[in-house]
């Protein structure tokens, strides 16, 4: 057999024929068997249920400094094109009961619309311009992206988990409902539900959800996604299979 060695950092390459030498045998047709990980989503299907429900834990309250004076703003004008889609976002949001329409508010917030991969629009309130002037600062620290880039490397195999509406599927009381309040070309809306825009949000939501995967060696909430490190794939179905019974029961929803 011939082996040829060159200079540098080079890609290794085998030819066929050192495939028999080397014992590498490519006879027949392998495929990973993934009837568990089958198995496991169908057991937990509702967590795939498109139907955003609030989750099983107390309302979330935002706090804010009372000595700011509530600040209301008027819808603004929005391209004719994104009109209709933005019209559909705001209906699918108040059939989600994440969104109330309200006649009177003390803070109006206007929205700003953002077009996704899909053509559909997602809005979210520039609350930057209004409630954050007053809310109060939540400190609970995010995780640092070196930190769980070191933690990937331990693990040999991966799972990430992508939370449906993330910060949407947190209730909040009444009062920090009214906060939220935005402004649209279709009215004035209460969101029930925590809204992405509000400068506390992150880390109300990654308290919330360390929380939930407290003492899960090797899992890592991170903004919307729940990151899995395992050495091998009978662990990573454990540990998916206890993060998915964590998420039932308390009724959180993932995109499938």
């Known amino acids: ?14 030819g066929r024929n050192w495939f028999k030498p080397l014992g590498i045998n490519l006879d027949g047709i392998y495929q990973l068997n993934l009837s568990p990980l089958h198995q496991l989503v169908d057991e937990y ?3 795939f249920s498109r139907k955003i429900i609030a989750v099983k ?5 935002l706090h804010v400094d009372g000595s700011v004076p509530p600040i209301q703003m008027s819808a603004r004008r929005v391209p004719f094109a994104l009109k209709d889609r933005i019209s559909q976002e705001i209906d699918r949001l108040v059939e989600q009961d994440i969104l109330d329409p309200v006649q009177h508010a003390e803070w109006t917030t206007p929205i700003v619309p953002t077009i996704k991969g ?3 629009v997602s809005i979210c309130g520039d609350y930057k311009c209004t409630v954050s002037k007053a809310l109060q600062k939540d400190l609970y620290q995010i995780p640092v992206v070196n930190d769980v880039l070191s933690m990937l490397k331990k ?20 009062a920090s409902a009214k906060l939220q ?4 070309h279709k009215g004035a809306f209460k969101p029930t539900k925590l809204q992405f825009g509000i400068a506390s949000a992150p880390g109300i939501f990654q ?4 929380t939930v995967f407290a003492n899960l060696k090797w899992v890592v909430p991170y903004f919307d996604d729940v990151l899995i490190v395992a050495e091998s794939t009978m662990e990573l179905l454990e540990v998916l299979n206890e993060v998915s019974n964590r998420l039932h029961r308390i009724g959180m929803r993932l995109k499938r």
Do not use: H, W
């Open 57 to 61: 834990t107390p309302p979330v309250t």
């Open 207 to 210: 308290r919330f959800m360390d």
């Open 181 to 184: 309040t935005i402004i649209t």
């Open 118 to 120: 899909d053509g559909s």
């Open 45 to 47: 299907a509702d967590l």
């Open 155 to 174: 693990g040999k195999i991966f799972a990430k988990l992508d939370l449906a509406q993330a910060y949407q599927q947190l209730p909040v009381d009444e």
């Open 1 to 14: 057999m011939v082996a040829v060695v060159v200079k540098g950092q080079r890609c290794n390459l085998v």
